[in-house]
T-cell receptor, first 113, second 115 residues
Framework: DGGITQSPKYLFRKEGQNVTLSCEQN?????MYWYRQDPGQGLRLIYY???????QKGDIAEGYSVSREKKESFPLTVTSAQKNPTAFYLC????????????FGPGTRLTVT | AQKVTQAQTEISVVEKEDVTLDCVYE???????LFWYKQPPSGELVFLIR??????QNEISGRYSWNFQKSTSSFNFTITASQVVDSAVYFC????????????FGQGTILTVHP
């Protein structure tokens, strides 16, 4: 089945450690996105990528990094520089032509203590 | 800058009641897209509808209907005869008309439908 996978569902880390969240899609979509969701808030854009080897900062990129070496994969690294990393992280993808809706993965809930 | 406001933080209804979720947006673009997404307890966002700024026709899909009014910058969502399975967080979102497709989300409305 086509879709977006994010692993793991739950992730626990100690403060000061970098952690990488996985996002894979087999929809052949060109664009991929990372969002952060905090309780009672909407989603905020961290990074996005339109094509392989290219990505742009979103509204809250500080403390995060990404790579896009393959069309199917867009991993997000939460670095120790991110002051408040505990959140729900959602990955999305969108086809580059025609339709504009984004399709979302199941999310990863990161807890840093 | 784009902005989406969902003034209702939480709504609670009894099954079979109709419920309307409000969404007001701000944008300087003349061409844009509006969306509604549903987030059930599992966490994954489910796409419900996309509407472009040129099309003000209301849309109905089963028990769901959407009212887009450009004059008031609103894109409201109505669920008719609500069911317990409709309980979720609903997000309204706005996208500019570029290839980037970046979404600006509202804060979300938590809908609880009681049996």
């Amino acid at each position: 089945d086509g879709g977006i996978t994010q692993s793991p569902k739950y992730l626990f880390r100690k403060e000061g450690q970098n952690v990488t969240l996985s996002c894979e899609q087999n929809l052949n979509h060109d664009a991929m996105y990372w969002y952060r969701q905090d309780p009672g808030q909407g989603l905020r854009l961290i990074y996005y990528s339109q094509i392989v080897n290219d990505f742009q900062k979103g509204d809250i990129a500080e403390g995060y990094s990404v790579s896009r070496e393959k069309k199917e994969s867009f991993p997000l690294t939460v670095t120790s520089a991110q002051k408040n990393p505990t959140a729900f992280y959602l990955c999305a993808s969108r086809t580059g032509t025609g339709t504009y809706e984004q399709y979302f993965g199941p999310g990863t809930r990161l807890t840093v203590t | 800058a784009q902005k989406v406001t969902q003034a209702q933080t939480e709504i609670s209804v009894v099954e079979k009641e109709d419920v309307t979720l409000d969404c007001v947006y701000e944008t300087r673009d003349t061409t844009y897209y509006l969306f509604w997404y549903k987030q059930p307890p599992s966490g994954e966002l489910v796409f419900l509808i996309r509407r472009n700024s040129f099309d003000e026709q209301n849309e109905i899909s089963g028990r769901y209907s959407w009212n887009f009014q450009k004059s008031t910058s609103s894109f409201n969502f109505t669920i008719t005869a609500s069911q317990v399975v409709d309980s979720a967080v609903y997000f309204c979102a706005l996208s500019d008309y570029t290839s980037y497709g970046k979404l600006t989300f509202g804060q979300g409305t938590i809908l609880t439908v009681h049996p």
